[in-house]
């Protein structure tokens, strides 16, 4: 499968997942699980940075269409779209690491910690952003700093569980071949 | 101006960030304005049928809880037939004059339209609930919205051909004028975004007497609802620091979290008055 056709697919799949099941289930009044945003966190790495930000975009847009409020994922999609090759290029083991597979996971990154950190560093990210933008409305800062605390925990967790539960085969490439 | 193209292309990315997260907020304010562009139409018509399809599985889930309160429903309505009223017995009869005059004739203010859920939120910090009726069953913008047990849900805030999206009471904006049904007293509700069936109603005076599970209902001062339509049970009172008035929290009567069927409300005299109000409020 191509890489285009599989990030299509991932995008369908990844909205409808968070549209018509995570959001349909209520934990808490301060838990809001996300998992949609994975789309951007399995984007190639050789991926140029203004895509990510305008795929970035489109997701969230779209999320929001489904509650009817635009602005609020659009908004935190693409700032994380924006940070994600500053941490990359920060957590990459060695200059060259991603020309040898095609997308961030615990191989290319390089084992499960640094993959944490990366997709750790980029939920907390998209949540303050999106928590801050809803607070900013009603105006309380407890229950937005709490909310944020608790759902990226939530959301960590669905991001581990989502990997290991759906391994991706990536070959190693190198130039020589 | 080789520079400002310098400038550009060293950052565009930069540029690009701050542009996209520009129009991101500006559709956050502008939205709350009920600026909506002609576009939101068209995307509340694709996933209005997205909704649909997924609403038409999941409301077999619902079938037993739907039937029971249909039921609750129906036997309020048959409690009210005039057949089960008698006249009182007396030797002398009244009569009612058959002349039609103004003042013995009564016309219709309200019909209900039944409409069906398709999409619903609770959790979110502004919740919307969309139906599958539209413009073709003449639903407008600023109708007032029902649960099958006749307790209020929201207004009807945008409306497609076949789709028309609630602003449900759990909302920041959604201002419905309550009142208490023992004192009479009227305030204006809001939510707090927190739990999805605590709602307050505020501006009481502290003069009024309430008690933990008196009746909320609406108050008829708008031209949305009828008056005296359900809006919940009030959970506890609340003194207002500085003020001479309360904050009244009070349970919502619709269950949000199961709202498989909804009535709309359609006023004929909607307009009349909007018309008028209208002329105040142009008039400097």
């Known amino acids: 499968m191509s890489s285009l056709v599989k990030n299509i697919l991932r995008f369908i799949l990844f909205i409808l997942f968070q549209v018509y099941i995570l959001d349909k289930i209520r934990l808490h009044q301060m838990v809001t699980p996300y998992i949609y945003f994975m789309f951007i966190l399995w984007l190639p790495f050789k991926m140029k940075r203004g895509w990510l930000m305008l795929l970035g975009f489109l997701l969230g847009f779209t999320l929001d269409n489904f509650r009817h409020h635009p602005g609020f994922h659009a908004a935190a999609c693409v700032l994380i779209a924006y940070v994600r090759p500053f941490l990359i290029n920060l957590l990459i083991p060695q200059e060259g690491a991603e020309t040898n597979y095609e997308e961030p996971s615990f191989k290319s990154l390089g084992g499960i910690l640094p993959y944490l950190i990366y997709s750790g560093v980029l939920i907390l990210l998209h949540n303050s952003w999106l928590f801050f933008l809803e607070a900013w409305q009603f105006g309380n800062f407890w229950y937005f700093f709490v909310k944020t605390i608790l759902s990226t925990a939530v959301a960590l967790m669905l991001v581990l569980s989502t990997e290991l539960l759906f391994s991706r085969k990536q070959p190693f490439r190198t130039n020589t071949a | 101006m080789r520079n400002i193209f310098l400038f550009i292309r060293r950052y565009f990315n930069f540029l690009l960030f701050l542009t996209l997260q520009g129009i991101s907020i500006f559709l956050i304010i502008s939205y709350s304005n009920h600026h909506y562009a002609a576009f939101s139409r068209v995307a509340n018509n694709v996933t209005g049928q997205i909704n649909s399809r997924y609403s ?229």
């Open chain 2, 56 to 284: 038409s599985v999941q409301h077999y889930f619902y079938l037993k809880r739907t039937n029971d309160s249909l039921l609750k429903a129906n036997e309020l309505l048959y409690n009210k037939l005039k057949g089960n009223f008698a006249l009182p017995d007396t030797t002398t009869r009244s009569y009612v004059d058959s002349i039609r005059i103004d003042s013995i004739l009564q016309y219709r203010r309200y019909t209900y339209v039944g409409a069906r859920v398709v999409a619903n939120s609770v959790a979110a910090p502004n919740n919307f609930i969309v139906l599958d009726r539209g413009k073709k069953a003449g639903i407008k913008e600023g109708m007032g919205v029902v649960d099958p047990n006749n307790a209020v849900v929201g207004i009807i805030t945008e409306t497609t051909d076949d789709y028309s999206v609630v602003m449900s009471l759990l909302h920041k904006d959604s201002h419905i004028s309550g009142k208490l049904k023992k004192g009479e007293e009227t305030g204006t509700l809001s939510w707090d975004g927190k739990e999805p069936n605590l709602v307050s109603l505020t501006n009481i005076p502290k003069s009024a007497k309430i008690s933990v599970g008196d009746s909320v209902i609406t108050s008829g001062f708008s031209t949305t609802f009828p008056k005296g339509i359900m809006l919940g049970r009030v959970e506890g009172i609340y003194k207002e620091a500085s003020s001479n008035y309360y904050k009244v929290k009070f349970f919502t009567a619709a269950n949000f979290h199961n709202l498989p069927y909804a009535y709309v409300i359609q006023n004929a005299e909607q307009d009349a008055v909007n018309k008028i109000l209208e002329k105040i409020n142009k008039q400097p």
